[in-house]
């Protein structure tokens, strides 16, 4: 073994972003390795800090005598180990460095995320005591009474005898008081089960498959056998030399069965002794979605999502490495779980914005999931009712697998969807919030006993202003996005910086109708209890969500009918089945088609095209109300009828014109200081750099101030930059880290007050 070990230390900073040469003591020679995690004196002080081996050196330049020593290794604890996939790990973060601009170690602290340590603690399980018999005498007793929490979970443990405790009160939504009715009933019973805490209690269904549509099993045959054949092409290719795993994109609309497609292609790869990972987004993890998983798979799957402890979760990743189980399903953190050779990932609703990480590195979960794929030899299978648009542009290019699943299987139809012009509703001199339509079918859901959805997306907007009376909105003429409002009584673009100064009046109409749209959950709230004061109306946000177990709170109390109208943000509409639901309203569609970036009419659309899919899932039809003042916008008519093929067209034109992605890539550099003059000279200066180097095809926008000027007490500059090859990006990003290198050295000093970040194809704005 060599003498020196090379060190990165567990700090995030540019100019310490290089490994630091190590003597390996006599006494850890057999224990240090690369991919090791040790702990290290660093500094004048020669604190402790943890660092990663990056490799081993025969030799080095630091002097003798300031040589030091590895202190120690971290003990292998439960899931904080490298010893059998080091290379992989290393492999990646440093790929994943390159491509995002990351320092090595925060890229390994993102890879290393599933080897926290936790201890042994104590898990509640709930059993049923009865046989089968017995227990659906008391089913029947409580569905009669509609005594439906008790129902509900007795008709789920005559499927799974066993439940977890946390599986009962977060997704299935039944309470404490509840459960502890069939437990002094005798029905059932709360045990304590101390080990490696396993989510799921399921035993696997008994069938051996499910009846397929001919669609669904030609796309479960075809990627199975991309699988094969990735496995024989990868035979006897050496590291970094794997070849692409074959992408797959299925595009099937709400109820068209892609979760059967998923499970058969995974119990494909499983039976050849490969591991899956699922992806969800966080807030479409239903119980029910869960449960069909388990029936399947049984104690070979487990799930890791926030509501986990982090022991809970060191529990999994700790099964996971150990080969307890087959398939992980959570959010973009289970892409890292520690598998030995996964055979596959899934990512489902891959269009969702949840799936791009906001912190440094700021990765693309689509694009490490698929050089993970790569770097294991595994097949990715993405799917969606409304496709990214960078992933469609893919399939278009013929750069990956398209499948089309077009068919309901699932029962009913598609929701009628109107959509209401609120210019004429105002010209009519109505200026409530509720159109006329809207507020006769909500009345008619209420004499009916049926339920009702109403909801205002607020992401992706900052106070752009608008005519309510011809629906003019302020846009920037350089970039086609939405002017925001700031506190200075300004309109400013936050791509290019343009502003100018607010109106009164509109300057199309000469309306004095003219506002910021500003709308607020709690306020619209008040207004519908003076509406409709007999109503029983539920309101889900971030400020009624914000205590650990409201959400599934709100959402049990809507499911189980104690509520007639649930009104909410976005978290509302994803992921959730509730037959009672006969209307959707939608509130100001315009908050998310006018938001301050590029993406605001994608998002708009998909947004919409979800809406449309909570309403009419049981045996009623139904209905789904769109208000908005653009009612002729492509966004709003496509997602009316349902059509992802007429808005990808006009929307990709869009894209094309203005050279946004996918058609071309783009990143922003964002510089961000406690001194403003400090940020704004740097962000000077490598926009002059940048222009030297007069890179073809390369366009620059800006510096300008961010869309906060300044938060958390540091001065933000943004600037952006364009090209059609992604490689032109990277090399504009190393070029500014050795900018920033040099400027730390002795001598230097423009770069030591301010940090750069990277975010390679955003979708928020900085």
């Known amino acids: 073994?060599?003498?020196?070990?090379?060190?990165?230390?567990?700090?995030?900073?540019?100019?310490?972003?290089?490994?630091?040469?190590?003597?390996?003591?006599?006494?850890?020679?057999?224990?240090?390795?690369?991919?090791?995690?040790?702990?290290?004196?660093?500094?004048?002080?020669?604190?402790?800090?943890?660092?990663?081996?990056?490799?081993?050196?025969?030799?080095?330049?630091?002097?003798?005598?300031?040589?030091?020593?590895?202190?120690?290794?971290?003990?292998?604890?439960?899931?904080?180990?490298?010893e059998d996939d080091s290379e992989f790990y290393l492999r990646l973060a440093a790929w994943m460095?390159?491509?995002?601009?990351?320092?090595?170690?925060?890229?390994?602290?993102t890879v290393l995320a599933s080897r926290k340590t936790g201890t042994i603690r104590e898990r509640r399980q709930i059993r049923l005591l009865t046989d089968r018999e017995e227990a659906a005498r008391h089913l029947e007793v409580y569905e009669k009474k509609h005594q439906t929490a008790r129902a509900r979970l007795l008709r789920e443990l005559l499927d799974a005898p066993v439940l977890p405790w946390s599986l009962v009160t977060e997704r299935l939504h039944v309470s404490a008081s509840a459960v502890n009715a069939l437990k002094r009933a005798g029905i059932i019973e709360v045990e304590k089960v101390q080990e490696l805490r396993n989510p799921v209690h399921v035993s696997p269904s008994t069938q051996t498959g499910m009846e397929l549509s001919p669609a669904q099993r030609r796309i479960v045959e075809t990627v199975i056998a991309d699988f094969d054949r990735m496995q024989k092409a990868g035979e006897g290719a050496a590291?970094?030399?794997?070849?692409?795993?074959?992408?797959?994109?299925?595009?099937?609309?709400?109820?068209?069965?892609?979760t059967e497609v998923y499970?058969?292609?995974?119990?494909?790869?499983?039976?050849?002794?490969?591991?899956?990972?699922?992806?969800?987004?966080?807030?479409?993890?239903?119980?029910?979605?869960?449960m069909r998983f388990y029936s399947h798979f049984g104690d070979r799957v487990s799930v890791v999502n926030s509501s986990l402890s982090e022991a809970e979760r060191a529990d999994q990743w700790e099964r996971a490495r150990r080969g307890e189980i087959d398939v992980i399903i959570g959010p973009r953190s289970a892409l890292f779980t520690p598998f030995a050779k996964p055979g596959v990932i899934v990512i489902d609703e891959e269009h969702e914005h949840s799936y791009k990480n906001e912190s440094m590195p700021k990765y693309q979960t689509r694009e490490v999931a698929e050089q993970i794929a790569r770097m294991h030899g595994a097949v990715l299978v993405l799917g969606s009712a409304t496709p990214s648009l960078e992933s469609y542009w893919r399939a278009q290019q013929g750069e990956i697998r398209l499948f089309r699943l077009q068919e309901r299987l699932t029962g009913g139809t598609l929701p009628r969807v109107e959509t209401v012009d609120m210019r004429a509703e105002l010209q009519r001199g109505n200026k409530s919030m509720?159109?006329?339509?809207?507020?006769?079918?909500?009345?008619?859901?209420?004499?009916?006993?049926?339920?009702?959805?109403?909801?205002?997306?607020?992401?992706?907007?900052?106070?752009?202003?608008?005519?309510?009376?011809?629906?003019?909105?302020?846009?920037?003429?350089?970039?086609?996005?939405?002017?925001s409002l700031h506190g200075n009584g300004r309109l400013v673009c936050h791509y290019c910086g343009y502003e100018r100064s607010a109106f009164r009046t509109c300057p199309e109409c000469g309306s004095r109708y003219v506002?910021?749209?500003?709308?607020?959950?709690?306020?619209?709230?008040?207004?519908?209890?003076?509406?409709?004061?007999?109503?029983r109306i539920l309101r889900m946000d971030a400020d009624t969500t914000r205590r650990k177990g409201s959400y599934e709170k709100i959402l049990s109390a809507f499911s189980s009918?104690?509520?007639?109208?649930?009104?909410?943000?976005?978290?509302?509409?994803?992921g959730h089945d509730f037959p009672g639901v006969t209307l959707v309203g939608i509130l100001m569609a315009d908050l998310s088609?006018?938001?301050?970036?590029?993406?605001?009419?994608?998002?708009?659309?998909?947004?919409?095209?979800?809406?449309?899919?909570?309403?009419?899932?049981?045996?009623?039809?139904?209905?789904?109300?769109?208000?908005?003042?653009?009612?002729?916008?492509?966004?709003?008519?496509?997602?009316?009828?349902?059509?992802?093929?007429?808005?990808?067209?006009?929307?990709?034109?869009?894209?094309?014109?203005?050279?946004?992605?996918?058609?071309?890539?783009?990143?922003?550099?964002?510089?961000?200081?406690?001194?403003?003059?400090?940020?704004?000279?740097?962000?000077?200066?490598?926009?002059?750099?940048?222009?030297?180097?007069?890179?073809?095809?390369?366009?620059?926008?800006?510096?300008?101030?961010?869309?906060?000027?300044?938060?958390?007490?540091?001065?933000?500059?943004?600037?952006y930059l364009k090209s059609e090859k992604y490689d032109t990006l990277i090399s504009c990003k190393d070029l500014i880290e050795e900018m920033e290198a040099a400027d730390r050295r002795p001598g230097g000093g423009l770069f030591r007050q301010t940090e750069v970040q990277f975010d390679f194809d955003p979708v928020n704005t900085f």
């Open 593 to 719: 088609l006018y938001g301050d970036d590029y993406r605001a009419a994608e998002r708009t659309f998909q947004l919409l095209t979800q809406a449309a899919g909570r309403a009419g899932r049981g045996t009623e039809a139904g209905d789904v109300v769109i208000q908005t003042y653009q009612p002729d916008h492509y966004a709003i008519r496509h997602a009316a009828n349902q059509d992802y093929e007429g808005f990808y067209r006009e929307e990709i034109a869009y894209r094309r014109l203005l050279r946004y992605p996918p058609v071309a890539h783009m990143m922003a550099v964002q510089i961000q200081s406690e001194e403003e003059d400090a940020a704004l000279r740097a962000a000077n200066e490598i926009r002059l750099v940048l222009m030297k180097k007069n890179r073809a095809g390369l366009q620059i926008i800006g510096p300008s101030e961010g869309s906060y000027r300044k938060l958390r007490g540091l001065f933000r500059f943004v600037i």
């Open 239 to 258: 590291p970094g030399e794997e070849p692409a795993p074959p992408v797959s994109l299925i595009h099937g609309v709400t109820g068209s069965g892609k």
């Open 515 to 535: 506002l910021a749209m500003r709308a607020g959950t709690e306020k619209i709230e008040d207004a519908l209890r003076e509406t409709f004061p007999t109503a």
């Open 434 to 483: 509720l159109s006329a339509s809207l507020y006769e079918k909500i009345e008619d859901r209420l004499r009916r006993g049926q339920q009702s959805m109403l909801f205002i997306n607020r992401r992706g907007y900052a106070g752009f202003v608008s005519c309510r009376s011809c629906g003019f909105v302020a846009k920037c003429p350089h970039c086609d996005v939405s002017l």
């Open 1 to 82: 073994m060599e003498k020196y070990a090379l060190v990165i230390i567990d700090i995030s900073r540019r100019g310490l972003d290089r490994p630091f040469s190590y003597l390996v003591p006599d006494n850890l020679r057999d224990r240090v390795r690369a991919g090791s995690i040790v702990m290290v004196p660093f500094g004048k002080g020669n604190t402790l800090r943890k660092g990663y081996v990056a490799g081993f050196s025969d030799s080095t330049d630091v002097p003798a005598e300031k040589i030091k020593e590895i202190a120690e290794t971290v003990e292998p604890a439960r899931g904080y180990t490298l």
């Open 263 to 290: 499970i058969s292609i995974i119990r494909g790869i499983c039976a050849r002794g490969r591991q899956a990972i699922m992806l969800i987004p966080e807030i479409s993890l239903t119980f029910q979605t869960l």
């Open 97 to 109: 460095k390159n491509r995002y601009g990351s320092t090595m170690a925060t890229a390994m602290r």
């Open 561 to 574: 009918e104690e509520a007639d109208i649930l009104l909410g943000t976005q978290m509302i509409v994803k």
